[in-house]
């Protein structure tokens, strides 16, 4: 098994390669930093070792486990096995590659959320196929897919929200953009890898109906009958809900070189610069409009608004990305730390929560990658030493109830494991990345074009 982690290392850092590292500031000691993010995932996964072992999330406070559904469908190891390959944890790795290989299956009772388990196990195990070729990790990729499917089945080809993973049986036909929309990357690659085009067929479809709905200004709502195709809520906005379906838009185009997608994302785009964007006296955000009169109806901006600057950077557009994570920044440093949401014409703070989101840092990440301007790992500074003096504890680190009153609560999401840390680390360490090849979903695991 150690042979296959170190070929794994080998492989993944193959596909990460692209042209020289960013120069260095005198301020920010990189290497410095990425060990600090190398001893961090390191802790948080010990934690998780010690006290939640084959479940699927850490409670750090209390000492405990958290899983979704009646079993365990091992969320944090499939989750963070990418990143442990990536930081060189090989022990860790292996370990949590014997826990996927002996205990993960999915011939389960249980209704999941579709989109949850697509990006995170589905991309999980994806990734660390492409990592370590172990094809007992494609042949659990290609079961989770078969068992995904049925979802696809409503009359507009629009997933529903739930599926029974054994039944086949599905639920929930009010759904939102995001969890219609982001599912192509991880069922594109897997139609890839296995050869079945039926995976990329209906993630495609998906996204097709969706898109043919928008309104006539070339926006999407916040809300849709998957079943009827009408729209439930025409709030439109680049939060929750909504945020990850542009990002795939672009993803696609980029990964699988899919001319549709592309254009999908050039008049997505136009329509948001066009309706969303506010230029405010504190700096530029995309706030939230009627998609079909264009009235702005709130002036909300938070954590997972904040991988737009990312994405933008990403295609091309590096004076909205900049402006736009200057404004992230803005918020991040209200009270030290970002909150879930922000009313930005008013500069208060509508959610006060911060569940270890990772997308500020995805955003520099990316900025910085493109820019090599040094202000954004001074950024990432800033961000990395906030959540380690305000959510670290003594088995892991834990999301926030409030960032005013920095009252703790007691989760540590998978995604912390897999994107947030990965991202630091990303950021501050010299791994160049070969955008070109690699494309990350959005739990960051990359997808390596390898057909």
Same mark, same amino acid.
């Given at each position: /098994?150690?042979?296959?982690?170190?070929?794994?290392?080998?492989?993944?850092?193959?596909?990460?390669?692209?042209?020289?590292?960013?120069?260095?500031?005198?301020? !920010?000691?990189? +290497?410095?930093?990425?060990? #600090?993010?190398?001893?961090?995932?390191?802790?948080?996964?010990?934690?998780?070792?010690?006290?939640?072992?084959?479940?699927?999330?850490?409670?750090?406070?209390?000492?405990?486990?958290?899983?979704?559904?009646?079993?365990?469908?091992?969320?944090?190891?499939?989750?963070?096995?990418?990143?442990?390959?990536?930081?060189?944890?090989?022990?860790?790795?292996?370990?949590?590659?014997?826990?996927?290989? &002996?205990?993960?299956?999915?011939?389960?009772?249980?209704?999941?959320?579709?989109?949850?388990?697509?990006?995170?196990?589905?991309?999980?195990?994806?990734?660390?196929?492409?990592?370590?070729?172990?094809?007992?990790?494609?042949?659990?990729? &290609?079961?989770?897919?078969?068992?995904?499917?049925? +979802?696809?089945?409503?009359?507009?080809?629009?997933?529903? /929200?739930?599926?029974?993973?054994?039944?086949?049986?599905?639920?929930?036909?009010?759904?939102?953009?995001?969890?219609?929309?982001?599912?192509?990357?991880?069922?594109?690659?897997?139609?890839?890898?296995?050869?079945?085009?039926?995976?990329?067929?209906?993630?495609?479809?998906?996204?097709?109906?969706?898109?043919?709905?928008?309104?006539?200004?070339?926006?999407?709502?916040?809300?849709?009958? !998957?079943?009827?195709?009408?729209?439930?809520?025409?709030?439109?906005?680049?939060?929750?809900?909504?945020?990850?379906?542009? &990002?795939?838009?672009?993803?696609?185009?980029?990964?699988?070189?899919?001319?549709?997608?592309?254009?999908?994302?050039?008049?997505?785009?136009?329509?948001?610069?066009?309706?969303?964007?506010?230029?405010?006296?504190?700096?530029?955000?995309?706030? #939230?409009?009627?998609?079909?009169?264009? #009235?702005?109806?709130?002036?909300?901006?938070?954590?997972?608004?904040?991988?737009?600057?990312?994405?933008?950077?990403?295609?091309?557009?590096?004076?909205?990305?900049?402006?736009?994570?200057?404004?992230?920044?803005?918020?991040?440093?209200?009270?030290?730390? &970002?909150?879930?949401?922000?009313?930005?014409?008013?500069? #208060?703070?509508?959610?006060?929560?911060?569940?270890?989101?990772?997308?500020?840092?995805?955003?520099?990440?990316?900025?910085?990658?493109?820019?090599?301007?040094?202000?954004?790992?001074? /950024?990432?500074?800033?961000?990395?030493?906030?959540?380690?003096?305000?959510?670290?504890?003594? +088995?892991?680190?834990?999301?926030?109830?409030?960032?005013?009153?920095?009252?703790?609560?007691?989760? /540590?999401?998978?995604?912390?494991?897999?994107?947030?840390?990965?991202?630091?680390?990303?950021?501050?360490?010299?791994?160049?990345?070969?955008?070109?090849?690699?494309?990350?979903?959005?739990?960051?695991?990359?997808?390596?074009?390898?057909?």
């Amino acid at each position: /098994m150690k042979a296959s982690i170190c070929a794994g290392l080998a492989a993944l850092a193959a596909a990460l390669t692209a042209g020289g590292p960013a120069p260095t500031p005198a301020a !920010v000691d990189r +290497a410095a930093l990425t060990a #600090q993010v190398r001893d961090e995932l390191r802790h948080a996964w010990r934690g998780y070792e010690r006290y939640a072992w084959g479940h699927d999330e850490l409670k750090p406070v209390s000492r405990t486990a958290h899983d979704w559904h009646r079993d365990s469908l091992l969320m944090t190891p499939v989750d963070a096995l990418d990143t442990l390959l990536l930081l060189g944890l090989k022990e860790e790795a292996a370990r949590a590659k014997g826990l996927i290989l &002996e205990k993960l299956a999915f011939d389960r009772d249980v209704p999941v959320k579709n989109f949850e388990i697509t990006i995170r196990l589905l991309g999980g195990l994806l990734s660390a196929y492409q990592a370590i070729g172990d094809p007992r990790l494609l042949g659990l990729a &290609e079961d989770l897919g078969t068992r995904l499917l049925p +979802a696809f089945s409503s009359p507009t080809g629009m997933p529903y /929200m739930y599926v029974n993973l054994k039944t086949g049986k599905t639920s929930g036909t009010k759904s939102n953009p995001a969890e219609i929309g982001t599912l192509l990357l991880e069922f594109g690659t897997l139609s890839k890898l296995t050869g079945q085009p039926v995976f990329y067929e209906k993630a495609k479809r998906a996204v097709t109906e969706l898109y043919a709905r928008r309104s006539p200004l070339g926006l999407v709502g916040e809300e849709i009958d !998957v079943e009827t195709g009408k729209w439930l809520s025409p709030a439109s906005h680049v939060g929750g809900g909504i945020d990850s379906y542009y &990002e795939y838009l672009l993803k696609c185009a980029r990964l699988f070189g899919d001319p549709d997608c592309e254009r999908m994302w050039a008049e997505s785009l136009k329509a948001l610069n066009a309706h969303l964007a506010d230029e405010t006296p504190s700096g530029l955000w995309y706030g #939230q409009v009627d998609m079909n009169t264009g #009235q702005r109806t709130a002036t909300e901006w938070g954590a997972l608004h904040a991988f737009l600057p990312g994405t933008l950077a990403l295609g091309g557009d590096l004076d909205h990305a900049r402006r736009l994570e200057d404004s992230c920044f803005t918020m991040w440093n209200l009270r030290g730390i &970002e909150p879930e949401l922000l009313d930005y014409r008013r500069m #208060q703070i509508a959610s006060p929560e911060y569940p270890l989101r990772p997308e500020i840092v995805e955003s520099a990440f990316y900025l910085h990658r493109f820019t090599k301007d040094p202000r954004y790992l001074e /950024m990432g500074r800033t961000f990395f030493e906030s959540i380690r003096a305000r959510c670290r504890t003594d +088995a892991g680190y834990t999301e926030l109830k409030s960032v005013i009153t920095s009252e703790k609560g007691d989760l /540590m999401p998978s995604y912390f494991l897999a994107e947030t840390l990965k991202y630091f680390y990303l950021l501050f360490s010299e791994e160049p990345v070969d955008f070109e090849k690699v494309v990350f979903n959005t739990e960051a695991h990359p997808l390596r074009r390898t057909w």
